[in-house]
């Protein structure tokens, strides 16, 4: 039976690092993304402020192909076989901004950690992220295309995003199982959190 472990968490407070090394550590774990089936930078400022001032409701945020990935994969009568006899895998490792806040998510979710980490952090590890793309020349091709992005990002950071992380800070560690200290090196979160597993999840 294919079991789902969300690592939920700001922007750029280290759940893709954490779900990496664990895909390592875990038998049989795969990583799962769920910005690649939404992802709120697809929404206006505008559009997002309105979300905020009508209640936050993350359910608003369509993870409808999400959810049936997680049906397919770890529903009663889950098979991911296919012609090459792939078969389920025993874990999901799912990044997730909302986890179990998020009521298409919350019914697959077997256990939940939040990774916390100051919000001046976070800003600072997705502009060091970007600059050093930028610097190595991976992924953006025109230095500009960085730049505008970090512009970007900081004007909207004013108007709209330190009110989401808010909201995250608020929310999501209440739907978790336990809270991770984000400073902490990639490999100590990673011993906290399977430390912090019940004996039926490992």
Not at 20 to 49: G, I, N, R, W
Not at 72 to 80: A, E, F, N, Y
Not at 122 to 141: D, P
Not at 159 to 181: G, I, N, W
Request: with cysteine.
């Amino acid at each position: 039976m294919t079991r789902v472990i969300a690592i939920s968490g700001m922007m750029g407070s280290g759940k893709s690092s954490l779900a990496e090394q664990l895909a390592v550590l875990l038998p049989d774990a795969v990583v799962v993304c769920e910005d690649e089936f939404h992802t709120t930078v697809e929404q206006s400022v505008e559009d997002m402020k309105q979300w905020l001032e009508r209640g936050a409701d993350v359910g608003e945020f369509d993870l409808s192909r999400l959810g049936q990935f997680l049906e397919r994969t770890c529903g009663p009568q889950s098979s991911m076989t296919t012609s090459s006899n792939q078969t389920s895998p025993q874990y999901v490792l799912l990044e997730t901004q909302f986890g179990r806040l998020h009521p298409v998510l919350k019914p697959w979710i077997d256990w939940q950690c939040w990774i916390d980490l100051p919000t001046d952090l976070c800003v600072m590890r997705k502009v060091k992220q970007i600059a050093t793309e930028m610097a190595s020349g991976e992924m953006i091709r025109d230095p500009s295309q960085g730049l505008r992005w970090i512009a970007e990002f900081c004007e909207s950071y004013v108007d709209l995003t330190h009110r989401l992380f808010a909201h995250q800070q608020t929310e999501v560690p209440k739907t978790s199982d336990v809270v991770l200290d984000g400073r902490s090196p990639v490999q100590e979160l990673c011993s906290d959190l399977l430390e912090s597993l019940p004996d039926h999840l490992r």
